[in-house]
């Protein structure tokens, strides 16, 4: 069965500081994805990053970047230089396959920023 | 270009009604689903659809309906409203190929249902 753990249930950060948010995934089908949400306090789901399973290199989308290590089965995220906007719920989900097209999700974890 | 469109945005119901949320993408997706969220949770798979026509259940089916006549529309079905139905929900569309190669994933606004 497909499964994501998420284990930080709160990280505290500093302005400018980076931080890595935890994510390992279990499924045994080969192709699948790894996506990373924010969702902030208004509520609606924003897309932060992709990592597809047959993708050579680590995702990257400006300060996101995806630590993506299949043979432990994790896909950590990582801000680089935090900022007060960052502070929100962050979740990470898994794409598989038998499904058509579906997202398991992690139950999250809530990032502070502080100045 | 809209996205993903679902209204309405908030819904007080009372036990026992029935109500339809609905769901409109204009990205030609193949792919639609619905997920619920409820307090402290990520967001867990209700029904979803991978074509027109063509509907399958998710992880929390039970007192939900679906249908897909059309690829924009895939609007979700309360049957008879309970107060555990009170949550968050959203809908999502997205197109994705074999061997994870990713086009799109993404969420509407939601739906916030309180049932009373």
């Known amino acids: 069965a497909q499964k994501i753990t998420q284990t930080q249930p709160g990280m505290f950060v500093q302005e400018k500081e980076a931080v890595t948010l935890d994510c390992t995934y279990d499924t045994s089908d080969p192709s699948y994805g790894l996506f990373w949400y924010k969702q902030p306090s208004s509520g609606e789901m924003i897309f932060l990053i992709y990592q597809g399973s047959y993708d050579q290199q680590n995702a990257t989308e400006g300060r996101y970047s995806l630590n993506f290590q299949k043979a432990r089965k994790s896909a950590n995220l990582v801000i680089s230089a935090s900022q007060l906007g960052d502070s929100a719920m962050y979740f990470c989900?898994?794409?598989?396959?038998?499904?058509?097209?579906?997202?398991?999700f992690g139950k999250g974890t809530t990032l502070s920023v502080s100045s | 270009n809209a996205g993903v469109t679902q209204t309405p945005k908030f819904q007080v119901l009372k036990t026992g009604q029935s109500m339809t949320l609905q769901c409109a993408q204009d990205?030609?997706?193949?792919?639609m689903s619905w997920y619920r969220q409820d307090p402290g949770m990520g967001l867990r798979l209700i029904h979803y659809?991978?074509?027109?026509?063509?509907?399958d259940q998710g992880e929390v089916p039970n007192g939900y309906n679906v249908s897909r006549s059309t690829t924009e529309d895939f609007p979700l079905r309360l049957l008879s409203a309970a107060p555990s139905q009170t949550s968050v929900y959203f809908c999502a569309s997205s197109y994705w190929e074999h061997r994870g190669r990713y086009y799109g994933y993404t969420f509407g606004s939601g739906t916030r249902l309180t049932v009373v």
């Open positions: 990205m030609n997706h193949e792919y």
């Open positions: 989900a898994l794409l598989f396959n038998q499904a058509g097209t579906a997202l398991i």
């Open positions: 659809s991978v074509g027109a026509g063509i509907t």
